[in-house]
C-alpha cells in the first residue's frame, strides 16, 4: 500500500520560505514521478511542481516559478517543495502526489487525473 506523508507546513511571513518534504512509501520511488498540487482555501486543487522519476526534468505552476523549487532524494524516498518568496495568496493545504503509471524518465506529470496516490496534505499560510 502506498503511503505518502507530507510535513513542513507552518504559518510564515510574506516573504519569508518554507521547505516542505514528502515521505513515499509502498512504491519503487526512485521509478515514478512526484507532484505537488495545492488547495487554498473555497478552491480547486491546483497543480504547484512536479518532478521526473530520474530528477531530470520538473515542471511548475506559472504562478510559483522561479520560486518553488522541486527535488527529490531517491535514496531517502522523499521529495521536497523548497518555497521561497512565499505571498499570502501561497496559503493553501499543499499535497504530494505519486502516479500509478511508470512515465517516462524526463516526464513530469502536471495534471491532476495524472496522480493515484495522494498525501494528507500539510498546511501553509503566509501572513501579510
Known amino acids: 500500500q502506498v503511503h505518502l506523508v507530507e510535513s513542513g507546513g507552518g504559518l510564515v511571513q510574506a516573504g519569508g520560505f518554507l521547505r516542505l518534504s514528502c515521505a513515499a512509501s509502498?512504491?519503487?520511488?526512485?521509478?515514478?514521478?512526484m507532484g505537488w498540487f495545492r488547495q487554498p482555501p473555497g478552491k480547486e486543487r491546483e497543480f504547484v511542481a512536479a518532478?521526473?522519476?530520474?530528477?531530470?526534468?520538473?515542471d511548475y505552476a506559472d504562478s510559483v516559478k522561479g520560486r518553488f523549487t522541486i527535488s527529490r532524494d531517491n535514496t531517502k524516498n522523499t521529495v521536497y517543495l523548497l518555497m521561497t518568496r512565499l505571498k499570502p495568496e501561497d496559503t493553501a493545504v499543499y499535497y504530494c502526489a505519486a502516479p500509478r503509471q511508470n512515465y517516462a524518465s524526463d516526464y513530469a506529470p502536471s495534471e491532476d487525473e495524472d496522480y493515484d496516490y495522494w498525501g494528507q496534505g500539510t498546511q501553509v499560510t503566509v501572513s501579510s
Open positions: 509502498g512504491l519503487t520511488f526512485r521509478n515514478y514521478a
Open positions: 518532478i521526473s522519476w530520474s530528477g531530470s526534468s520538473a
